[in-house]
């Protein structure tokens, strides 16, 4: 049985895309999924799976289901247990001690090389893999980098969660 988190892309930050963590819940154990604990109420889902299903089919059935069960298209990031606890080891900023000024963009691909001549100030970014690390010196409301410009040049979904998240997620789907 293999642990999985789903990581889902902008819900319940504003006004729509609202979903409630009791419906998350329940799509996810109608795709199979056993034992669904969410974290914060921001989209964030682990759960055990037991199917033999690799992440990218995972991920289609979520956002059909969610789709199916909201009326609403939620793209929808997969990490396994393992590769969560991976995304902390990799940190390359380990010595910034306010984790407010840490994040992790999640991505369903390797980082495009276009994000190579992107402007970002004092904000530092590092990609490793499916994961770019941002170190925010001024905070997310500080940011010097243009986010949008960042989201265009990704050119797919992707999902941002502070380092407290990250980490949280990392150590609740570790003990599952």
Do not use: C
Not at 29 to 45: C, H, I, L
Not at 54 to 78: F, K, Y
Not at 151 to 171: C, E, I, P, Q
């Amino acid at each position: 049985m293999t642990v999985f988190i789903a990581l889902l892309q902008g819900v319940n930050v504003g006004k729509n895309k609202r979903i409630s963590m009791k419906d998350l819940k329940e799509i996810v154990s109608g795709v199979g999924g056993s034992n669904p604990t969410t974290v914060a109420n921001s989209g964030n889902v682990m759960f055990a799976y037991a199917g033999a299903s690799n992440e990218e089919s995972l991920q289609v059935r979520l956002e059909t289901a969610i789709s199916d069960h909201v009326g609403m298209t939620v793209p929808v990031i997969i990490r396994t247990a393992t590769d969560m606890r991976q995304v902390v080891t990799q940190n390359p900023y380990p010595k910034v001690a306010d984790p407010k000024q840490l994040h992790v963009e999640f991505l369903n691909h390797a980082v495009p090389a276009a994000l190579a001549d992107l402007e970002f100030g004092e904000d530092h970014l590092t990609a490793v893999g499916r994961e770019i690390y941002l170190h925010l010196p001024n905070g997310i409301s500080g940011q010097t980098y243009d986010a949008r410009a960042l989201g265009k040049r990704l050119g797919s979904n992707h999902t941002s969660r502070n380092w407290n998240t990250v980490t949280k997620l990392a150590d609740i789907a570790s003990s599952m």
